[in-house]
């Protein structure tokens, strides 16, 4: 299963950026797919949305209003629309695959910086 992210960006403060996740070697349709974030100096990843196969999603409070995760099956791709960006938004954002076994993979993350 391999996961790649795109679309991370140096941007100011109040725009927008849209984060992609295509995914190969795994039946996509089936699995819950995630975006998570690590801030500067911190160890833990963070959720910031979910979104089930059956495209129910989850929303950090941080986010919620601000930011859409969708997925496109025929792709197999996932994306996170992120609109009103704040400095505090800066991170490395990964994509994470849960598999209905509970396997998970992640991708190798894309650098999202917000600046003031």
């Known amino acids: 299963v391999r996961l790649v992210e795109s679309g991370g960006d140096l941007v100011q403060a109040g725009s927008s950026l849209r984060l992609s996740c295509a995914v190969s070697g795994s039946t996509f349709s089936l699995v819950t797919m995630g975006w998570f974030r690590q801030a500067p100096g911190m160890k833990q990843r963070d959720l910031v949305a979910t979104i089930t196969r059956g495209d129910s999603t989850n929303y950090a409070d941080s986010v919620k209003g ?47 910086t917000v600046s003031s």
Do not use: H
């Open 66 to 112: 601000r930011f859409t995760i969708s997925r496109d099956n025929a792709k197999n791709t996932m994306y996170l629309q992120m609109n009103s960006l704040k400095p505090e938004d800066t991170a490395v954002y990964y994509c994470r695959l849960l598999t209905v076994t509970g396997n998970v993979y992640w991708g190798q993350g894309t650098q999202v």
